[in-house]
């Protein structure tokens, strides 16, 4: 049974005493016959070593993990479309019709105009509609696809202490990046300081955007404070 190195994590032979590729001694008491897949009981050498062995592998579909997040961002965005925009325009479209029978057909009148408004408008909602769930069966399918290729290519990696939901090689090389810095221990832990991280940055660009908002109001006062008082200056200069 294949053994690692406590220093580096390179597999060794059983019989080892040395590494052959740091030439640490091997102390028997020391090194496990087989690394358990919980990042929690692997030192951070072996840990590294498997990270890297992961980012190498998985790698290779990176155009597919990329490819599967489009998907599954698409799918959110449909999913909570607004169909007004689509209403409004084809209600715009229908106002236009409206015109052009008036102006080249005399066709005018209330009842003319609601059931051009609105017939188009209808139609445009029920078209987007019917498009977006066609669209949206079409990534629900791409998805299915592309994940069963991601997890066929996933299983095919030993020892692999990153969950499958987090195996984008971008992730795990940020996963690798956060325990080499010492920031975390484990897998867990770093994933815990992403989502902090990620958090933090949120809460960062909220705050900008409070400050933005603020200092825009505040200059809009400011103006027009100026405003009134060249306006008050202007009335009584007038009167004297």
């Known amino acids: 049974m294949a053994k690692y190195c406590v220093e580096c994590g390179h597999a060794l032979p ?3 005493k040395f590494c052959n590729a740091c030439g640490t001694r091997q ?4 090194m496990p016959a087989e690394p358990r897949a919980s990042s929690a009981n692997l030192g951070r050498p072996v840990l590294l070593k498997r990270l890297d062995d992961a980012i190498a592998h998985l790698s290779r579909k990176q155009q597919h993990y990329d490819y599967f997040d489009k998907l599954v961002a698409e799918k ?3 999913q909570s479309r607004s169909y007004a925009g689509s209403v409004f325009g084809f209600a715009i479209l229908g106002l236009i019709v409206f015109v052009v029978l008036a102006l080249f057909f005399e066709i005018s009148g209330w009842p003319a105009f609601f059931v051009t408004v609105l017939g188009m408008g209808f139609i445009g909602g029920t078209w987007s509609n019917s498009a977006n769930v066609k669209r949206l069966e079409v990534i629900e399918r791409e998805i299915t696809g592309t994940e069963r290729g991601l997890r066929s290519h996933f299983s095919e990696l030993r020892d692999c202490p990153v969950a499958f939901e987090y195996s ?3 992730v795990v090389s940020e996963i690798r990046r956060l325990i080499s810095a010492g920031r975390a221990d484990t897998v867990k832990e770093a994933i815990n300081c992403m989502i902090e991280d990620a958090h933090r940055e949120k809460v960062l660009a909220q705050q900008q955007e409070i400050a933005r908002q603020a200092k825009k109001a505040a200059d809009a006062a400011g103006t027009a404070s100026l405003f009134t008082a060249a306006t008050f200056l202007s009335i009584t200069s007038k009167r004297r």
């Open 14 to 16: 059983s019989e080892a």
């Open 27 to 30: 102390d028997a008491k020391a």
């Open 76 to 78: 959110a965005a449909r």
């Open 168 to 170: 984008n090689p971008r």
